[in-house]
């Protein structure tokens, strides 16, 4: 019995060894140690042995069968191993081909600067009014202290729907609206998106384009405040280390006024074909609430005070993206709005 | 307004470069736009006289010329000029010289005979030949004969200065004058003005003078002052005058008339010469025109006035039209023997208009309308008076008429200095304050912590204390103003309800793969037909504009849609044949605005356009651009914007003019209209010249808005297991989708928690007139888990109804 043991024993070490697949590992299981197993067999004759026999034939087998057992555990691991890898090698896929999800589209440029805009300005506590795009001449312009045959018109040439209504050449209205609707409450710090609309066009001016107005009024409003605005906005809008510049200038609704100009971005203010050498671009203009427009929206001058701002949204997105050319912006090309 | 260098130079002291003094002038608010530079443009040109011109011994064509040039030098001159005659003086540039394009001057030889130079035309000395009559402008330049041979042309000719132009905002009507333009460089610069003198003789022109001023209408003429002057010799005038109003864009036209006009520039004072022996009566009117008077113009034009017009009249008629432009008649030409010189103050307003009306603006209504210093009215007259003299081209009378029925009181403003550094935000002290006052030559009276400050007569767009604070901002400077933030109360910065939709629809629209587009608020009426809306259509109820800038922009959009079929089609052209876009825009309808007294409507829409298909990928089928396919864009987009799937419903409808009739339907959102869908008419794609289906819809975003929520509340997951059953039927084709999901959904409550259409079949082994539906059933109870025979007897129950009511039948 021994030797039969012992043979046994070699046997199935040398089938383990030689292995290779789950079937074949199954089938050597059940052929040793299945119930009608070889070695099961063997174990069964234990009873034919004499007694003095038994305990040391016993203790063989089990041993036996205990290393078969651990054997046969470590071969169905390594085994799987194996299997998997052998599935693995065949299942590559080819990473680099494109993902199978539907393109997304794109917002306009100009709308996605526009809400920039916004979002920049409701951060600072602003709220964002709105107004009609055909407007009076009362709201367009008297109310902005440009009455009729003022030169200031000339910077404005308009499209008219009457005599008395036209369409807006400025979101400044909304300026004039809001102090009507809110006085003699404050604060007033609202900002205006919307389209307008002038009667120009050539490579710099589309009849109809887009501004963002911005009016605050409280007590205490001054000039310098206006100046930490639009740093602000300026710096959140096209980069931290932009500066500003003011220039003196001129709007009938505000006095002072100033002309914003913006650090070359290109050149970092040093001079550069963008900048036209001059080390700064304009995007803006703005000024302190003009006495008269306050005087008309109800407010008292001496009380409250205000400032204005006013920018082209165009002129941003052009900085922006370094667009040459305003037509762009209204042609609608997908070739152009797929790059946004 | 152009600006010379030199001229700048004689009016005030000061040492600055010209780049430094633009930038003070730009950062100061008198924009310096451009600056031409013609200091070295020409060299090496001077004054030759011709001492012989001979034809050359080998050629016809090229003359042989011994030219003074002073110095008792003579050169030899090779030229190809005609009319040259001996013992004039021409532009030569000598070896070494630089012509105005550049070009250099060698010696060289013309079939045997050197040339030491060349003879110089207008265009060569770099003068503009816009501003040349036209004996000038051809050939050699002609040069008068006051100058000497050796002169150098670039200094003769001012030449060698520096131009600024200025872009000049219109409160800043004072610097349409040089000599206020000096003032501002002496404030910046605090350098020494070194002004014309003129003496005032004073007003009474004396008793040889038979003319006489009128002014019918103070209001529209506050001051006409008048100088005679006799002996006029009316010829070109000297080199040194045309070339500085050639330096500065103006044309030379004659002695009397290019004084006027210098004067005029120096001043920002327009003047007009009349041949005074052409006016009736010899008398000046100012008056209001009557109506269907007429005026031929200096331009040639024959104009119609009406009595808003303000106009100059003799005894008789028009003889111009006031502050705008002269008339014809009393033009001031070759024959002239005396001249009335007119310097007058005219309402900018009633000047604006005019010119506007009759299309018609000059260098003289420019400055009226901006207004003019109403001070200085009699001595502008005067300075003009003294170059007159001055260039012997007349003999002026003594005094001026001088018609100034109401004189202007002396202005002066209230300045506070604790004002000033509230409006600012500065902390500016006396010091500072008095010492810009100072630079601007404002006279004041210190009292205290305020000032009275009196404004001179040339700065009109100084009024309130508010335009003084400006003053002194802008000449302290505006970078030294702090930079800070409003302080006051706490404000929560917001956008409405509907804003934030409209950018909520936006992202979801562009998500899901459609680009966003612009397009212009006004489109060519045109479109209406294109989009065959009839007559009465409310596509129809649009705004015209008055004034468009072409027939493509005349009316306001009643929707959207026109704009979008141009984009498809000029993408298409471009052969981009598969596109999807969205607008978000306003549209605008009439409204009997007028009749209401109110102002039109205006709406937002989101309006969206495809044609083709999705891109082919290697992973998927393409996605056809049709119907259905923009119908689930706006599912989508409803149910992003918190709108239940059931409160939407899609009802086919034939209203809609550009629509295709049997591929249309109006959405409606809780039973409000909001909006349609549909594939473009095929004669509206013909219209537009598109060859592909293209679909289109539109929502009333207003309306969707309302019907928008962020507010959802959580529903408890079910605990028991869903069963999920599909169903396919064979039904009529004339029954709607719609109709067979209603009834499935009833029939199937309350265990029915889902009913979902995955297929559609036509064809093969299905009658004509009839389609087969599949229908995935969600099956599922809150309390327990549903058996297979329950759910079995629930199919069979939705089954019947249907073949009952529709006559449907399984499809096994």
């Known amino acids: 019995m021994r030797k039969k043991l012992i043979m046994l024993h070699k046997q199935a070490l040398l089938e383990l060894q030689n292995c290779s697949s789950l079937d074949e590992l199954s089938e050597i299981k059940v052929r040793y140690m299945g119930k009608k197993g070889e070695l099961t067999q063997v174990l069964r004759g234990m009873g034919t042995l004499a007694p003095a026999e038994r305990p040391l034939m016993g203790q063989l087998a089990n041993e036996i069968r205990d290393e078969l057992e651990n054997k046969l555990s470590l071969s169905l691991q390594k085994i799987k191993i194996l299997e998997i890898e052998r599935r693995i090698s065949h299942e590559s896929i080819d990473v680099t081909m494109p993902g199978s999800v539907t393109k997304i589209g794109r917002r306009h440029p100009l709308d996605t600067v526009m809400e920039k805009i916004e979002e920049i300005f409701i951060g600072m506590g602003y709220t964002v009014e709105e107004g009609p795009e055909i407007e009076t001449d009362y709201y367009n312009f008297e109310a902005l202290n440009i009455p009729r045959d003022h030169p200031a018109r000339d910077m404005q040439d308009s499209f008219y729907i009457t005599k008395d209504i036209l369409l807006r050449t400025q979101t400044s209205p909304v300026q004039a609206r809001t102090m009507e609707k809110m006085h003699p409450k404050t604060p007033i710090k609202i900002i205006v998106p919307g389209k307008v609309y002038r009667r120009d066009d050539d490579a710099t001016h589309s009849p109809m384009f887009h501004q963002v107005e911005g009016l605050v009024i409280d007590e205490n409003i001054s000039f310098s405040d206006l100046k930490g605005t639009l740093l602000s906005f300026a710096q959140q809008m096209f980069g931290a280390k932009r500066q500003i510049r003011l220039r003196p200038s001129y709007f009938p609704f505000t006095e002072p006024s100033a002309e914003v100009d913006v650090s070359c971005g290109v050149c970092d203010g040093k001079g550069c074909r963008a900048c036209k050498y001059t080390g700064w671009l304009e995007i803006l203009g703005s000024g302190m609430v003009h006495p008269r427009v306050l005087e008309m929206g109800g407010y008292d001058p001496e009380r409250v005070t205000g400032f204005a701002f006013g920018m082209g949204v165009e002129r941003i997105t052009m900085l922006k993206y370094d667009l040459d050319d305003l037509r762009l912006l209204f042609d609608n090309d997908i070739r152009f709005l797929e790059q946004f | ?812």
């Not at chain 2, 212009?520 to 009426?525: D, E, K, Q, V, Y």
């Not at chain 2, 471009?574 to 409507?601: C, H, W």
């Not at chain 2, 205006?602 to 082919?616: D, F, I």
């Open chain 2, 1 to 812: 307004m152009r600006i010379s260098w030199k001229w700048l130079k004689e009016l005030v002291e000061f040492e600055k470069t010209p780049a430094e003094t633009a930038s003070l002038l730009t950062m100061s608010g008198i924009e310096v736009e451009s600056i031409i530079h013609r200091e070295h443009q020409i060299e090496g040109i001077f004054a030759g006289k011709l001492l012989d011109v001979f034809a050359h011994p080998s050629t016809e064509k090229l003359k042989v010329c011994k030219v003074d040039v002073g110095n008792n030098m003579v050169l030899n001159v090779v030229t190809g000029a005609t009319g040259l005659r001996i013992g004039q003086l021409v532009p030569l540039a000598r070896v070494g010289a630089v012509l105005a394009d550049g070009r250099k001057i060698y010696k060289t030889g013309f079939k045997g005979i050197d040339s030491e130079g060349m003879l110089c035309s207008a265009e060569e000395l770099g003068l503009d030949p816009d501003k040349l009559a036209s004996e000038e402008k051809d050939g050699i330049y002609p040069l008068p004969g006051e100058i000497c041979p050796g002169e150098d042309i670039a200094l003769l000719l001012n030449l060698n200065d520096v131009v600024f132009e200025l872009g000049l905002t219109p409160n800043r009507a004072d610097c349409w004058g040089m000599i206020n333009v000096a003032r501002e460089v002496a404030s910046l610069t605090g350098g020494k003005l070194k002004l014309p003198t003129v003496t005032d003789h004073g007003a009474g022109a004396g008793d040889s003078v038979k003319a006489s001023v009128q002014i019918d209408d103070p209001q529209l003429c506050r001051r006409y002052v008048a100088k005679i002057i006799s002996d006029v010799h009316v010829e070109d005038s000297p080199l040194w005058l045309k070339a500085r109003l050639m330096n500065i864009g103006l044309r030379p036209i004659n002695n009397i008339v290019d004084i006027t006009n210098l004067v005029m520039y120096e001043t920002g004072q327009p003047l007009h010469a009349f041949d005074l022996d052409s006016l009736a009566g010899q008398k000046i009117i100012v008056r209001k025109a009557i109506n269907g008077e007429k005026i031929i113009t200096l331009d040639g034009q024959n104009r119609n006035l009406n009595n808003d017009m303000l106009v100059i009249a003799d005894a008789l008629k028009p003889v111009a039209i006031a502050g705008v432009m002269g008339g014809l008649e009393s033009e001031v030409t070759l024959k002239t023997k005396n001249i009335l010189l007119e310097s007058a103050f005219f309402h900018g307003p009633a000047i604006r208009r005019t010119s506007a009306e009759l299309g018609l603006r000059s260098e003289a209504s420019q400055r009226f309308e901006k207004g003019i210093d109403l001070e200085n009215t009699a001595l502008v007259a005067e300075r003009a008076a003294e170059l007159i003299l001055e260039i012997e081209a007349g003999k002026p009378a003594h005094g001026y008429i001088d018609s100034y029925p109401n004189p202007e009181e002396k202005v002066s403003v209230k300045l506070r200095k604790n004002r000033i550094n509230e409006i600012l935000g500065t902390k500016l002290g006396t010091e500072v304050v008095q010492k810009v006052l100072e630079a601007l030559n404002f006279e004041f009276e210190a009292n205290g912590d305020s000032w009275l400050v009196q404004i001179p007569s040339y700065r009109r767009d100084i009024r309130l204390e508010v335009d003084l604070i400006e003053e002194i901002a802008r000449i302290n400077g505006y970078d030294k103003i702090p930079t800070t933030l409003p302080r006051g109360k706490m404000t929560q910065g917001k956008k409405n309800w509907a804003q934030t939709v409209r950018a909520k629809a936006s992202q979801i629209m562009s998500m899901q793969g459609l680009y966003q587009v612009l397009t212009f608020s006004f489109i060519n009426p045109r479109h209406l037909d294109q989009l065959l809306i009839p007559e009465k259509h409310k596509w129809r109820d649009v705004i015209s504009v008055q004034n468009p800038l072409s027939e493509e922009q005349g009316i306001m959009r009643t929707n959207v849609i026109a704009g979008l079929l141009e984009v498809v089609r000029k993408n298409y052209n471009k052969r981009n044949k598969n596109i999807a876009i969205y607008e978000i825009g306003k549209v605008y309808f009439n409204d009997t605005f007028l009749q209401k007294s109110a102002l039109p409507t205006e709406k937002y829409v989101l309006a969206a356009a495809a044609t083709g298909h999705s891109e082919k990928t290697w992973a998927y089928p393409i996605l056809e651009y049709d119907f259905y396919y923009l119908k689930g864009v706006l599912e989508n987009l409803f149910k992003n914007l918190g709108i239940n799937e059931e409160d939407c419903k899609f009802v086919h409808d034939k209203s809609i003019p550009f629509l295709h009739p049997g591929r249309a339907a109006k959405i409606f959102i809780h039973q409000q209209e909001c909006g349609w869908i549909g594939e473009a008419h095929p004669l509206v794609l013909e219209n537009y010249g598109l060859e592909q289906k293209t679909v289109l819809c539109s929502l009333e975003i207003e309306k969707v808005t309302d019907f928008a929520t962020e507010n959802k509340l959580y529903r408890e997951i079910p605990r028991f297991p869903a069963l999920i059953r599909d169903m396919a039927v064979i039904v009529p084709d004339e029954i709607s989708a719609a109709e067979i999901l209603e009834l499935i959904l009833s029939k199937g409550q309350p265990l029915l928690k889902q009913a979902r259409i995955f297929d559609l079949y036509k064809g093969k082994q299905i009658e004509r007139g009839q389609r087969s539906l599949a229908f995935s059933l969600t099956w599922q109870a809150d309390n327990r888990t549903m058996t297979d025979e329950e759910v079995n007897q629930l199919h069979e129950n939705i089954l019947e109804a249907l073949a009952v009511k529709f006559k449907a039948q399984i499809r096994s």
